[in-house]
């Protein structure tokens, strides 16, 4: 079982910036990728970003070239740097491992508001 631990969900402004990590209770070295997914009210989720283990990122059109995903193996940790925020980037952000079985988070909240 891994555990997955998310932090740095809060209230931004628009226009501000927030860094979301995401802490695995595993090593991240070998895994086939690791991202994040958010759920905004009513909506279905779906995928922001993800880093595969050669280091290949992909991001969701909405947030390509605000976010940026990246990866520390010594911490065993994921980070979502996310820029220039707007209203509609409110929602749960859930992080998540793919090794074979898919880990999640238990999701922190964001909420972009003025």
């Known amino acids: 079982q891994v555990q997955l631990v998310e932090s740095g969900g809060g209230l931004v402004q628009p226009g501000g910036s927030l860094r979301l990590s995401c802490a695995a209770s595993?090593?991240?070295?070998?895994?086939?990728?690791m991202g994040w997914y958010r759920q905004a009210p009513g909506k279905q989720r779906e995928l922001v970003a993800f880093?595969?283990?050669?280091?290949?990122?992909n991001y969701a059109e909405s947030v390509r070239g605000r976010f940026t995903i990246s990866r520390d193996n010594a911490k065993n940790t994921v980070y979502l740097q996310m820029n220039s925020v707007k209203p509609e980037d409110t929602a749960v952000y859930y992080c998540?491992?793919?090794?074979?079985?898919?880990?999640w988070g238990q999701g922190t909240q964001v909420t972009v508001s003025s």
């Open positions: 595993r090593s991240i070295y070998s895994i086939t990728s």
């Open positions: 998540y491992l793919n090794t074979r079985v898919i880990y």
């Open positions: 880093i595969t283990s050669g280091e290949a990122t």
